[in-house]
């Protein structure tokens, strides 16, 4: 069974504080893995797709990475800005659909 | 431009009234989707059009009835709802079935 486990549900920081989110999967066919942020009562704004194991996007503070199992979201230094839930999900190359994790719920304290 | 839009923001209903959400996208994506988000949850997909037809309705209510007029818009019609149908409503789009979805900033639907 297609399956995302997204952990820590909730972290929190102190600005300055570099953390990662994990996102593990399991999929029977990987059409890519995608990252996104959505701030509350927002519509999820897109981040990074990651399609290989090894392969690593970066944007500002963010850096996503993948393995065969796993996907890793660093971020360095954050500020309060950066707090929202960040959403994993994969898409199956049978279905087409995005299986999504819960959710990680960053907070970053000033 | 990864704009998808929807209107209205905000929707207050009775659960007698008749209502349509909208939403446009000039990506020239040929997927569009209609998912739906409860607080603390991820969201949840509704209904699936590539190429301006349905092809995936994941087991939703009658009382939802989606409509692709062209590839740049699609509708959502509501009737007859029940409280338990407030939530977020989101739509997206994609390159293609599959691809990298870009969401819009949702509705707001609350049933009274």
């Known amino acids: 069974e297609d399956q995302v486990t997204q952990s820590p549900e909730a972290l929190r920081l102190q600005e300055g504080e570099s953390s990662s989110l994990n996102c593990s999967y399991t999929?029977?066919?990987?059409?890519?893995l995608f990252w996104y942020r959505q701030d509350p009562g927002k519509g999820p704004e897109f981040l990074f797709t990651?399609?290989?194991a090894g392969e690593e996007k970066e944007k500002e503070r963010l850096k996503a990475t993948l393995t065969k199992k796993e996907s890793f979201l660093h971020i360095t230094a954050p500020k309060p800005e950066d707090s929202a839930t960040y959403l994993c999900?994969?898409?199956?190359?049978?279905?087409?659909?995005?299986?999504f994790g819960q959710g990680t719920t960053l907070q970053v304290k000033p | 431009d990864t704009e998808v839009t929807q209107t209205p923001k905000h929707l207050v209903m009775g659960m007698t009234n008749k209502k349509s959400l909208k939403c446009e996208q000039h990506?020239?994506?040929?997927?569009m989707y209609w998912y739906k988000q409860k607080a603390k949850k991820p969201p949840e997909l509704m209904f699936v059009?590539?190429?301006?037809?349905?092809?995936i309705n994941e087991s939703v209510p009658s009382r939802f009835s989606p409509e692709c007029p062209n590839s740049s818009l699609l509708n959502l019609h509501l009737h007859a709802l029940q409280p338990e149908d407030s939530a977020l409503y989101l739509c997206?789009?994609?390159?293609?079935?599959?691809?990298?979805?870009?969401f819009g900033p949702g509705t707001r639907l609350t049933v009274t």
């Open positions: 059009y590539s190429y301006e037809k349905l092809s």
């Open positions: 997206a789009s994609s390159r293609g079935f599959g691809d990298e979805q870009y």
């Open positions: 990506m020239g994506h040929r997927a």
């Open positions: 999929v029977s066919g990987l059409r890519g």
């Open positions: 999900a994969v898409g199956s190359s049978n279905t087409g659909k995005l299986i």
């Open positions: 990651l399609y290989s």
